[in-house]
């Protein structure tokens, strides 16, 4: 994977790269089913579509296997939830278990 080599865990890799904790938190809001282009994964998640543009935060979402990127010729690129993720089902439990920490 290509991304920040000096990040020396999977917590830093997600710090050091710009939106990308944004970016996951947005995705874990969208059914297995959507289809989303970067300029609605970029409103979904509020950040400015040339910030998008402008880093690799979707491509290591792609490369992690998060997302699934659709590149159909003539078309837009696309991306949806990749729902074999193991970085996005780890995700989910990680946010189901801070908020159920935060309850107590």
């Known amino acids: 994977m290509q991304g920040d080599s000096t ?3 999977g917590w830093s890799f997600v710090a050091d790269n710009d939106e ?3 970016i996951i938190s947005t995705v874990l809001t969208l ?9 609605e ?4 998640a509020d950040i400015a579509l040339k910030t998008l543009h402008l880093s690799d935060d979707i491509e290591h979402l792609v490369e992690l296997g998060v997302l699934e990127k ?16 193991e970085v996005l089902r780890t995700a ?3 946010g189901d278990a801070v908020e159920a920490a935060r309850s107590e």
């Open 31 to 39: 059914d297995e089913d959507d289809i989303v282009s970067r300029s």
């Open 20 to 22: 990308l904790a944004t």
């Open 41 to 44: 994964l970029a409103s979904n």
């Open 70 to 85: 659709h590149d159909a010729e003539g078309e837009e690129v696309s991306f949806s939830v990749n729902p074999d993720s």
């Open 92 to 94: 989910r439990e990680f």
């Open 7 to 9: 990040a020396e865990t």
